[in-house]
């Protein structure tokens, strides 16, 4: 990668139609207005996989940030990428300059991608994704994907947020994979404010976010159902071919709009 000091907007993010750790980047990027264009990666093709994404993304994933008003510097992991686009967040909106608050909200950023991250995304994949049914791995997953909720819930007993008395980076680490939990992971019967009253509140809070809420209707659009497709039962092989016109129309809406955000009504 060469630098690119005149491209007219400032990164590339490397995305997926049903990407999850994105949504908290789109969401940082549109908080800031930063402007960003999306690369979409083909998972069909594994392009996520090959070789020229792999020679910059070793791990092979998405999200993953290139930043070209700084010399092409290529960012991954997604808490990583917030901590990093946090350095344009020149008014200090979602950070804290307390040492040890910031500690504290490292602790939460570390706890995302150590507990809420693989746990919950490993219920996902035994509850819909597996050949051969596992009860005693969902069994565990959906143990800890609860317990993960009642640690969140114990703390936001007393307090709005989770560092600095206001909305950081760490609040919004958490957002989609919970968002995702509460929708398809923990059944039709789960009643969030009831089991985890704290936790509710300050997730719906999120929710209301103007950017929060524009980038989930975004990528809805982009995804098409994608992410539906274990509940609807619909085969591949039709959500493909319904999806394409579709997701063509959102990225094209996106394209032509691209780096703003629309307000959400
Ligand atoms: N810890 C990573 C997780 C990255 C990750 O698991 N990405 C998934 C999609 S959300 C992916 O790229 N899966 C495709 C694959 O494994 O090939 C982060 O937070 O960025």
């Known amino acids: 990668m060469s630098a690119n000091t005149k491209s007219p907007y400032q990164f590339t993010v490397y995305n997926h139609e049903s990407g999850v750790n994105v949504f908290k980047i789109l969401i940082i990027l549109n908080e800031l207005g930063l402007t960003y264009k999306e690369y979409l990666l083909d998972f069909g093709k594994q392009e996520q996989k090959g070789e020229s994404y792999v020679s910059f993304m070793p791990n092979g994933r998405i999200p993953a940030l290139v930043d070209h008003w700084n010399n092409d510097k290529v960012v991954w992991e997604s808490n990583a990428m917030l901590k990093y686009i946090a350095r344009y967040d020149t008014e200090g909106k979602f950070t804290v300059t307390d040492p040890d608050e910031q500690t504290d909200m490292d602790t939460w950023l570390f706890f995302q991608s150590s507990h809420q991250g693989p746990y919950f995304g490993?219920?996902?994949?035994f509850s819909f994704y597996h050949e051969e049914p596992v009860p005693s791995a969902?069994?565990?997953?959906?143990?800890?994907?609860?317990?993960?909720?009642?640690?969140?819930?114990?703390?936001?007993?007393?307090?709005?947020?989770?560092?600095?008395?206001?909305?950081?980076?760490?609040d919004i680490s958490f957002i989609k994979c919970n968002e995702y939990a509460v929708r398809y992971l923990l059944g039709s019967e789960?009643?969030?404010?009831?089991e985890f009253p704290h936790a509710a509140r300050w997730h719906n809070a999120l929710m209301t976010r103007p950017a929060v809420a524009w980038v989930f209707k975004y990528k809805?659009?982009?995804?098409?159902?994608?992410?539906?497709?274990?509940?609807?039962?619909e085969t591949h092989s039709s959500f493909e071919a319904r999806a394409k016109g579709l997701q063509k129309n959102a990225i094209l809406a996106q394209a032509a709009s691209v780096p703003q955000m629309v307000e959400v009504a």
């Open 190 to 194: 789960f009643d969030f404010a009831k």
């Open 138 to 170: 969902v069994t565990r997953y959906l143990g800890e994907t609860r317990r993960i909720l009642g640690v969140l819930d114990k703390v936001l007993k007393d307090k709005e947020w989770l560092v600095g008395g206001k909305c950081t980076l760490a």
């Open 122 to 125: 490993q219920l996902q994949w």
């Open 220 to 233: 809805a659009e982009q995804d098409c159902g994608r992410e539906r497709q274990h509940v609807t039962g």
